[in-house]
């Protein structure tokens, strides 16, 4: 089992920057595959980014390639999120996930075994 704590959220501007950090304990961090899910009010949890258990494979959605980065620290267990140039439409509660099985898909929540609690981001103009 692992356990997950999102933490790095807050108020930003528009075109600023922002790093989301997922510490993870338990079992070794290595063998999860983790992503990033965000949630804004009214609307359904959607996928973000993902990372493979190996940092061999990265994978992002359309709405934030090119702005958002994860990336691995296996010996901190934390994967962090670098969201670039930020947009009020990326005001949302944001989720850190972990997967035990690699052959799932990345994007799809119903992957993912373990979640964070989920740590707040807005983004005002």
């Known amino acids: 089992q692992v356990q997950l704590v999102e933490s790095g959220g807050g108020l930003v501007q528009a075109g600023g920057s922002q790093r989301l950090s997922c510490a993870a304990s338990g079992r070794t961090f290595s063998t999860y595959d983790m992503g990033w899910f965000r949630q804004a009010p009214g609307k359904e949890r959607e996928f973000v980014a993902a990372?493979?258990?190996?940092?061999?494979?990265?994978y992002y959605s359309d709405s934030v390639k090119g702005r958002f980065t994860i990336s691995p620290d296996n010996a901190k267990n934390t994967v962090y999120l670098q969201m670039n140039g930020l947009k009020p439409e990326d005001t949302a509660v944001y989720y850190c996930?972990?997967?035990?099985?690699?052959?799932?898909?990345?994007?799809?929540?119903?992957?993912?075994?373990?979640w964070g609690q989920g740590t707040q981001v807005t983004v005002f103009s």
């Open positions: 996930a972990a997967d035990r099985s690699p052959y799932n898909d990345r994007w799809d929540s119903r992957s993912y075994t373990y």
């Open positions: 990372i493979s258990r190996s940092g061999g494979s990265t």
